[in-house]
Antibody, heavy 120, light 107 residues
Framework: EVHLVESGGGLVQPGRSLTLSCTAPAITFEPNAMHWVRQVPGKGLEWVSGITWSNGEIGYADSVRGRFTLSRDIAKKSLYLQMNSLRAEDTALYYC?????????????WGQGTLVTVSS | DIQMTQSPSTLSASVGDRVTITCRASQSINNWLAWFQQKPGKAPKLLIYETSSLESGVPSRFSGSGSGTEFTLIIGSLQPDDFATYYCQQYNTYPWTFGQGTKVEIK
């Protein structure tokens, strides 16, 4: 099973910025796409953003579009989420996730998550 | 954006029960629907992909069906390890979206 490692979470004040990173050091082939999914403690899952690895097409949830920017480094097998203008409602556990089958894009591999807390 | 409406939000059942969870998409998703199981403190686990394909290693009591905009997850005979929260998710079009989740509780 391919493991993903997230980092960059922490406590940040409202209006400030934070950048999350996700690495997949053990992967030997490119995924179809990689994503961020978040979860407010005790609440449901929310897909945040994803990037198609081959062509760089990016999607964002309405709740973060215009504030969050997703990027990737193919050589480093890494995914980044730059989060600007953070709000209290962005407080959540942020998971990095990816597919592992060329023929199907479902999210089979997940990290353990990095916690982002937005508070003054 | 495609909205995913999942029901029920909570379900009380006993070991051995047959459990059905439904998910409705606001438009066609070409069967690109996945079901996940999540337990407290753990990352989600993929159970079903492409509407009805059972993920490797997942017990055969789990099954998925549907087409168009209506989808179903069935647990054929509920086991103690199955008490968890279940989510559907469409991966047809960005932005991808999850259902609100169904918590399966012990009756």
């Amino acid at each position: 099973e391919v493991h993903l490692v997230e980092s960059g979470g922490g406590l940040v004040q409202p209006g400030r910025s934070l950048t999350l990173s996700c690495t997949a050091p053990a992967i030997t082939f490119e995924p179809n796409a990689m994503h961020w999914v978040r979860q407010v403690p005790g609440k449901g899952l929310e897909w945040v953003s994803g990037i198609t690895w081959s062509n760089g097409e990016i999607g964002y949830a309405d709740s973060v579009r215009g504030r969050f920017t997703l990027s990737r480094d193919i050589a480093k097998k890494s995914l980044y989420l730059q989060m600007n203008s953070l709000r209290a409602e962005d407080t959540a556990l942020y998971y990095c996730a990816k597919d592992t089958k060329i023929s199907d894009w479902a999210l089979r591999s997940w990290g353990q998550g990095t916690l982002v807390t937005v508070s003054s | 954006d495609i909205q995913m409406t999942q029901s029920p939000s909570t379900l009380s059942a006993s070991v051995g029960d047959r459990v059905t969870i439904t998910c409705r998409a606001s438009q066609s998703i070409n069967n690109w629907l996945a079901w996940f199981q999540q337990k407290p403190g753990k990352a989600p686990k993929l159970l079903i992909y492409e509407t009805s394909s059972l993920e490797s290693g997942v017990p055969s009591r789990f099954s998925g069906s549907g087409s168009g905009t209506e989808f179903t997850l069935i647990i054929g005979s509920l086991q103690p390890d199955d008490f968890a929260t279940y989510y559907c998710q469409q991966y047809n079009t960005y932005p991808w979206t999850f259902g609100q989740g169904t918590k399966v509780e012990i009756k």
